[in-house]
């Protein structure tokens, strides 16, 4: 079939099948998500190649293996269409199957249409996974990636940015109905903190709705939860009205002498955004002498608090208590596997430049480094150390390069937004050194 044809018959069925979807938006935020992505499959499977496509396209996100499913029996359907392998390609590469994504990549590539700029990223790291280093290096230098990066950074997103928000609330929300009050926690406070793409972070405003719903069906009118909750929800609700310091005196928390909310989600939601308002900053030093105690023992408690655990880490911050701050990252670290505290420790505990750095210090990295593997500072960190004065061996560049692409770390400890300026960086020393490695004698 023609590309034209097939691709105005995925435009049609586009727009059905989003009518279909948004009749099925109530059970994406109620726990049911894997009802919605059921009847949109057999909805698809009524349809050819271009309606199976399209509603794939509608859950990639949401449902990644039924969208890698409906994606290749569209291809079964009809071979060969380059929309469809292009799909396929960035399946593969998600899954970190790379032996099947780099057919499909080297085929695009040949082919008429060629290898999308915003995909130019995530093709090259399938080259590097399977060490042909200059193949990658001409994927970016032969690419106009420079004018559409944006929309690269976006696609490292979709591909590595891992689970969606959706499908993390509503797992969430089926362990929070059976009565896992660490998921109710999860569940609230994820709902205002959603995340659409590497930079943007908002409240979503269904998730919310139901969030609270169902916080008020298991808690009881009389339990402090609930009150302070009820009493500060229309100010969080309604991002328009604000909640400031006043806000939370009025309700009986945080400021002064008043104990730290019953929910530790409600406690970091809050405390967020009436700073965030304020004029003024809060009095770190006095918040984290009123409530230290508090968060540390529900951090260090038996069923876990990570929400009051970042509170705690946040205050210990901004008080400028560097011990009680590594206790925190270490807890965060080794405990509750978040990798944001590894990368806190790590920094607090890096060695002045022009230093070299003490055993303990290069274990640390290493264990770093083996805990979140897709985490491309530690890599790079062992490697400067490792390489002294000289410069970093392409087998190292290209180690750093496919964690990056999945992550973007390295543009925001350069200082600036996550972007894709330290790929490129990576990649025009990538050049320089197969260049240099080759003309080595026997290279």
């Known amino acids: 079939m023609p590309a034209g044809n097939f ?11 989003e009518d279909f979807g948004r009749r099925h938006l109530p059970l994406q935020f109620s726990g049911r998500l894997d009802q919605a992505v059921a009847e949109l499959v057999a909805y698809a499977e009524q349809g050819g190649a271009a309606r199976r496509f399209a509603i ?8 990644p293996e039924a969208s890698l499913r409906l994606h290749r029996s569209a291809d079964a359907l009809q071979p060969e269409q380059p929309e469809i392998l292009f799909e396929l390609a960035l399946h593969y590469t998600r899954k970190d199957d790379c032996g099947a994504a780099l057919p499909l990549w080297t085929r695009l590539r040949a082919s008429p249409i060629g290898i999308a700029d ?23 230098r032969d690419s106009n990636v420079d004018s559409r990066h944006v929309g690269a950074e976006k696609m490292s997103y979709e591909v590595f940015g891992g689970p969606s928000e959706l499908s993390r609330f509503g797992q969430d929300y089926r362990q929070a109905s059976r009565g896992d009050r660490a998921a109710l926690e999860r569940l609230l406070a994820r709902s205002f903190d959603w995340h659409g793409d590497w930079w943007n972070a908002a409240p979503q405003a269904s998730a919310q709705d139901a969030a609270i719903a169902l916080a008020r069906a298991q808690w009881s009118p009389q339990q402090r ?33 008043h104990p730290y909310p019953a929910s530790s989600a409600l406690g970091r939601v809050a405390l967020g955004r009436a700073a965030a308002r304020a004029t003024q900053p809060p009095d770190f030093v006095a918040l984290l002498a009123r409530h230290g105690d508090t968060l540390r023992e529900r951090a260090r408690s038996e069923s876990g608090d990570l929400e009051a655990l970042r509170v705690l880490a946040y205050l210990q911050q901004n008080a400028a208590d560097a011990a009680g701050l590594a206790e925190s990252d270490e807890l965060g670290w080794k405990r509750y596997r978040d990798e944001r505290f590894a990368l806190s420790r790590i920094r607090h505990a890096e060695p002045a430049p022009d230093t070299v ?7 640390m990295l290493a264990q770093a480094a083996q805990d979140f593997p897709h985490a491309p500072l530690y890599p790079m960190l062992e490697a400067v150390y490792r390489a002294g004065d000289g410069d970093l061996p392409a087998a190292d560049v290209a180690r750093i390069l496919q964690a990056e692409t999945r992550t973007l770390d390295l543009s925001i ?9 330290q790929l490129k960086a990576l990649y025009r020393h990538l050049d320089a050194m197969l260049e240099k490695e080759g003309a080595k004698p026997g290279g």
Do not use: F
Request: proline share 3%; with cysteine; aromatic share 8%.
């Open 7 to 17: 691709i105005d018959q995925v435009q049609a069925e586009s727009q059905a099948a």
């Open 56 to 63: 794939g396209n509608m859950l990639w996100s949401m449902a």
């Open 118 to 140: 915003t995909a130019t990223y995530v093709a090259a790291y399938c080259y590097l996974a399977l060490g042909d280093l200059r193949g990658a290096a001409a994927i970016v």
């Open 225 to 257: 939860e609930r009150q302070e909750w009820d009493c500060l929800w229309p100010k969080l609700r309604d991002r328009e009205q604000g909640l400031g310091y006043d806000d939370l005196e009025r309700c009986r928390v945080i400021v002064g002498n």
């Open 357 to 363: 750095p003490d055993p303990a210090y290069r274990a």
């Open 413 to 421: 400890r350069s200082g600036g937004l996550r972007s894709h300026s």
